[in-house]
């Protein structure tokens, strides 16, 4: 299966609309989209770092003497 970063292409029509195209090069419809994206959600999702919030002890300004 491909990765989620190779799964979203656009194909430009002569009118000027646009498609979002699957692996094989073909357009894919609205339910084939959500599966799209519940895809690269989870990849997302499998690659993001954990937000750790730290409240500072004391902030020094350097520039402003």
């Known amino acids: 299966m ?3 970063m190779d799964t979203g292409r656009y194909l430009q ?4 609309t646009w ?3 699957g692996p094989d090069g073909w357009p894919i419809g ?3 989209l959500a599966d ?5 959600l989870s990849a ?3 690659v993001s ?4 919030d730290v409240e500072p002890i004391s902030v020094r ?5």
Do not use: Q, T, W
Not at 36 to 40: F, G, I, N, P
Not at 49 to 52: E, F, G, L, R
Not at 61 to 65: F, G, L
């Open 2 to 4: 491909d990765s989620a």
């Open 13 to 16: 029509h002569d009118d000027g």
């Open 19 to 21: 498609s979002i195209v």
């Open 30 to 32: 609205p339910d084939e």
């Open 36 to 40: 799209l994206h519940a895809v690269v």
């Open 44 to 46: 997302l999702v499998a």
């Open 49 to 52: 770092v954990p937000v750790i």
């Open 61 to 65: 300004d350097n520039e402003i003497r």
